[in-house]
C-alpha cells in the first residue's frame, strides 16, 4: 500500500458489494423525539455550517 491509512481499505471494501439493511426499531424506541433529517436538509446544515460563500 503507498498510504498505510488505507491498509483496511482492501479488507472493508468487499462489504459495500452488496446493500446493507438497518433495522432502526431499537433506535427509534431508545431516541422517540429524535428528528431524521433528509439529505437536503442535512447538507443544507454542513453547508450552512461552513459558509463556504
Same mark, same amino acid.
Given at each position: 500500500? #503507498?498510504?498505510?491509512? @488505507?491498509?483496511? +481499505?482492501?479488507? @472493508? @471494501? $468487499?462489504?459495500? &458489494?452488496?446493500?446493507?439493511? #438497518?433495522?432502526?426499531?431499537? #433506535? /427509534? /424506541? &431508545?431516541? $422517540?423525539? #429524535?428528528?431524521? +433529517? +433528509?439529505?437536503?436538509?442535512?447538507? /443544507? &446544515?454542513? @453547508?450552512?455550517?461552513?459558509?463556504?460563500?
Amino acid at each position: 500500500m #503507498f498510504n498505510s491509512n @488505507l491498509k483496511e +481499505t482492501k479488507e @472493508l @471494501l $468487499p462489504r459495500y &458489494a452488496i446493500d446493507n439493511l #438497518f433495522v432502526s426499531d431499537k #433506535f /427509534k /424506541k &431508545a431516541f $422517540p423525539d #429524535f428528528k431524521v +433529517t +433528509t439529505y437536503e436538509e442535512g447538507i /443544507k &446544515a454542513i @453547508l450552512n455550517d461552513y459558509d463556504i460563500s
